[in-house]
Each structure stands twice: as C-alpha cells, then as structure tokens.
C-alpha cells in the first residue's frame, strides 16, 4: 500500500463512451501526477498538479480532460478515446514538487481497454 | 532531456548481490540519479537517489561514478520480490519531471 489508490482498477469502454478514472491519495501531498503506460513504451507523463492548479500538459490530446478539485483527489475524464489509447494509466502524488528529494508514490494503476 | 541507457534485462539468483548499471553520458551538473522500480502488477516505486557521492538506504547502494556518466544500483542480497523492472532516471533539480526509459528487467531464481 503506497496511500495512492485508483479506481477502477479494470475499464473496458466503447470510443462513444465517456468514462472518468478516479485517483485518490491519503498522504496530504500538495501534486498529483497522470502517467500513462502502454505496453513496451515507457511510462509517460500526461498532467500535473500542483496546489490544485495544473502546472504541466504534456501535449495530451483534448479527449483526455484532468480534473484536480482538491490535493487529496485527482480526475482523468475521457471521451471518445481510440483504441491506441489502451494503457495502463497510472497516478502519482508527491509532497513538495520543488524540492529535489522529492520523491513520487503511484498508485496501482487503471488497466483501460478501449474497443 | 538527457537520456539513460540501460540493458534490456538481467537475470540473478536468491540471495546474491546484483549490480544494474546505467549509462547517463550527457548528463548536467544540476541532474541528480533516480532510481524506481515496478514489481508485476504495481507502479513505480521509489529506490534511492544521489548527485555524486554514493548512497545507502534500506533498499539499495548507489554507486556513482566520478565523472558522473554512469551510476550502477546495488541490491546487497537479491530475493524473489525484487524482480521487477528498474528505471534509472535523470531529474534535472528544478523540475519534479520524471522521464522514465525502458529499464532493466531483473529477474531472480531461486
């Protein structure tokens, strides 16, 4: 138990359908962080947040839309998504982003399977 | 970004020790050596960290070299738990970015 959770864990969905993938950390860390993993590709960073405010997008197509209402929980509201965009995403927390020895703690991840 | 190099896999048995090297060759001044791992069906998780002198923690060594273009991460005593696939990666110190590479899967027999 890393104090990060996902859920669903598992998400199958249409490209018509409108899905939202929840992240919840129990840790009081000021940044959250959307990854995503696709299979044989590194992880690679989608969103940050820092005090709520989103800090970093990186190039992420409009379909995928992060939601930060509070440090405690973190959104990634998706529609109309392809089949390529099936991964593993992962979300992360971490307590302080400008300092150096900051490290970050994921979660187990949302395996997201589109048809 | 500078980048990392590291082998595609490695293999150990139970209760040896294991040296991951990674080659950062461009690597700048400001960027220190992270090191996480991902066990099967898990995200990331942090080992340990250094700019230049060589750490410990309850997990891992890291040994950085002098010029800094390689560090190598040291389990002391491999164990079934420990397969997983290590990222060896550099994070310049303004930034929290975390730019993971392929990594090195580790695998470990009892």
């Known amino acids: 138990e890393t104090g990060v959770t996902q859920t669903p864990r598992h998400l199958v969905m249409g490209m018509t359908n409108k899905k939202s993938l929840k992240c919840e950390q129990h840790l009081g860390h000021n940044a959250m962080y959307w990854y995503k993993q696709s299979a044989k590709k590194p992880l690679e960073l989608m969103f940050v947040y820092s005090l709520e405010e989103r800090v970093e997008n990186n190039s992420v197509p409009s379909r995928f839309s992060p939601e930060c209402p509070n440090s405690s929980h973190l959104f990634l509201h998706l529609h109309t998504l392809q089949p390529e965009d099936s991964a593993l995403y992962l979300c992360?927390?971490?307590?302080?982003?400008?300092?150096?020895?900051?490290?970050?703690?994921f979660g187990p991840g949302t395996r997201l399977t589109v048809l | 970004d500078a980048k990392t190099t590291q082998p595609n896999s490695m293999e150990s048995n139970e209760e040896e020790p294991v040296h991951l090297p990674c080659n950062h060759s461009t690597i700048s001044g400001t960027d220190y050596i992270h090191w996480y791992r991902q066990l099967p069906s898990q995200g990331p998780e942090y080992v340990i960290h250094?700019?230049?002198s060589n750490v410990n923690n309850r997990m891992a060594s890291l040994a950085i070299a002098e010029d800094r273009k390689s560090s190598t991460l040291i389990l002391h005593r491999a164990t079934l738990r420990d397969a997983a696939v290590y990222y060896c990666i550099l994070r310049p110190y303004n930034t929290d970015k975390l730019i993971f590479g392929t990594g090195t899967r580790l695998q470990v027999f009892p």
């Open positions: 992360a927390s971490s307590q302080d982003p400008e300092d150096i020895y900051n490290e970050q703690f």
């Open positions: 250094g700019l230049t």
